[in-house]
């Protein structure tokens, strides 16, 4: 049986009156994260955002998708081993640089290693998530791929170098090839911000083999998957909500309305990193640097025309704070953890549970994040590779530009639904890196 999350009742004529006048009030500068009542959004009888005419598409670019790339060379410099950090999108995205990098110096690529963290409740490895056997399949004529060491390489650890500053394609090359070559078997972590348009077009290629094409889920965490994505009320939107207590206190963002509990849990996990505060702390957001509430992005949900009884899967992890804040308007919310209670499903975490996400965020008939981090870019990119493009990023920044400036009712709708329109019919906010090309539509 389907479980959702239900919809509170509807409020008085007089709670409602003073809602409006609350309405008012909150949505002054002064006070840009105040939570704001659904009885102040009019309904402008526009089609929903997904009716608009888009003017761009990104597909593949066929260079790489049908395989026009340079022949391998005969003899590997040695082995690479991509140490992967962070959530299951950041090792992903860190492993698909890796092999770009092992293209590059003409290396052999070894299956990653997935580091355990406490942090994100993570101990699973590469193979417990991805088809090892189906990985090395499709990165044949691409890139050499090890699923075991020779012996003498085997025996001992590799030596790391630090590739935390190394941006192109000569960095790499004048800076990491030489340790490649004389130690014959070397660990590396992917610079956070790669040029990859600084690769040879051959590198570019194992790169987005790897990351469109080369990895699949194990089969039964594909199955498992598949079960939700079948559990899922049809047609269904998935929404990737990040308000969690350790995501704020990161941004540094005051939000004085939220409940008492919420405000502990974020001010537990502040530690040194103190929000900004007066002038600084306005600056701040209006430069898009404060996650969404809730709240808000029911808010904005509503001035894009998305219904109230659209099925709303919730792709997001534990801890998720305000919730009421989105189901006190959209009643028909799901999440994993609702639909699936197995035990296989239970003893799941981290990765595992990610995997999850990301797979029906994927084969949703619409996605929606409220962030622009790596899973977002992930989904997206790979929801463009199979041709679904009701695909759509919330903007934090213009949502905090209109508050600003005392845009409320009509107003602030409009605005919202001009600037979200603009960002979909152009294509933009979506993670397309040098393995897609435009195309007019």
């Not at 052999?108 to 994100?120: Q, R």
């Not at 009509?410 to 152009?426: I, N």
Request: glycine residues 6%; proline residues 5%.
């Amino acid at each position: 049986m389907v479980v959702t999350i239900s919809v509170k009742p509807m409020f008085s004529i007089a709670v409602v009156t003073l809602s409006l006048l609350l309405t008012v009030l909150l949505l002054l500068p002064s006070s840009p994260s105040s939570q704001i009542p659904f009885s102040s959004t009019p309904q402008l009888g526009k089609l929903d955002i997904w009716s608009v005419r888009r003017m761009v598409e990104w597909r593949p670019c066929n260079w790489w998708l049908q395989r026009h790339v340079t022949a391998l060379p005969a003899k590997s410099n040695g082995y690479i081993r991509v140490d992967c950090y962070g959530g299951l999108n950041q090792m992903r995205r860190d492993l698909c640089d890796g092999v770009g990098v092992a293209r590059l110096l003409n290396a052999t690529l070894v299956l990653p290693k997935f580091e355990v963290a406490a942090y994100w409740n993570e101990s699973s490895g590469f193979t417990d998530v991805f088809d090892v056997d189906y990985f090395i399949q499709q990165l044949s004529g691409f890139i050499k791929v090890a699923k075991e060491l020779p012996p003498e390489i085997a025996s001992k650890e590799p030596f790391h170098v630090d590739c935390s500053k190394r941006k192109g394609q000569f960095d790499y090359i004048e800076s990491v090839l030489p340790s490649l070559l004389e130690n014959h078997y070397i660990s590396i972590t992917p610079a956070m911000s790669q040029r990859r348009d600084r690769y040879p077009q051959y590198a570019k290629a194992a790169l987005c083999q790897a990351c469109y094409n080369a990895l699949r889920l194990t089969r039964s965490l594909e199955r498992k998957a598949s079960e939700l994505l079948e559990a899922i009320p049809k047609p269904f939107l998935s929404l990737h909500l990040r308000f969690e207590p350790d995501m704020v206190a990161y941004s540094q963002c005051e939000y004085p309305s939220l409940s008492p509990a919420s405000l502990k849990a974020i001010e537990a996990a502040r530690g040194d990193r103190k929000p900004w505060t007066g002038e600084l702390a306005q600056i701040w957001r209006k430069r898009g640097k404060c996650p969404l509430t809730p709240n808000e992005t029911a808010f904005i949900l509503q001035a894009l025309s998305i219904p109230a009884n659209t099925n709303i899967y919730l792709a997001a992890g534990d801890g998720l704070m305000e919730i009421e804040g989105l189901t006190s308007f959209y009643g028909n919310v799901v999440t994993k953890s609702s639909l699936l209670s197995g035990e296989d499903f239970k003893s799941m975490h981290g990765n595992t549970k990610a995997a999850l996400d990301y797979y029906v965020s994927i084969n949703s008939d619409s996605y929606v994040a409220t962030y622009f981090g790596n899973m977002d870019k992930m989904v997206s990119a790979m929801r463009a590779f199979k041709g679904l493009y009701k695909t759509l990023f919330l903007s934090r920044r213009a949502f905090a530009e209109f508050i600003s400036k005392g845009l409320s009712g009509k107003e602030l709708t409009q605005a919202l639904w001009e600037a979200h329109r603009d960002d979909f019919v152009m294509g933009r906010g979506s993670a397309l890196p040098d393995c897609f090309c435009e195309y007019k539509l």
